[in-house]
């Protein structure tokens, strides 16, 4: 079985265009994932902007999925979309 990180992001920079709250995005994620039945090792948020290098929460993720520990990401976006690795 795939083991997905569920990844979530605010945006700090672009508070307008920001259409969902991490909370809501955890939330929609919770409710794909019970409906494919998809298997989340861990929820993992991150408030800060794309635009700049060095998001270690990111990183943190592609190392779970380099060490083994997942193998893809779910994330959301004005749909829902899945990376496998």
Not at 50 to 71: C, D, H, Q, T, Y
Request: proline share 2%; with cysteine.
């Amino acid at each position: 079985m795939i083991k997905y990180i569920a990844y979530c992001r605010k945006s700090t920079d672009e508070k307008e265009k920001q259409v969902l709250s991490i909370e809501s995005q955890i939330a929609e994620l919770k409710e794909f994932a019970t409906k494919e039945k998809l298997q989340i090792l861990c929820f993992l948020t991150e408030s800060r902007t794309a635009k700049s290098l060095g998001r270690p929460v990111f990183e943190e993720v592609i190392k779970k999925i380099e060490n083994g520990e997942a193998n893809a990401i779910l994330s959301w976006h004005p749909f829902v979309s899945i990376v496998n690795c």
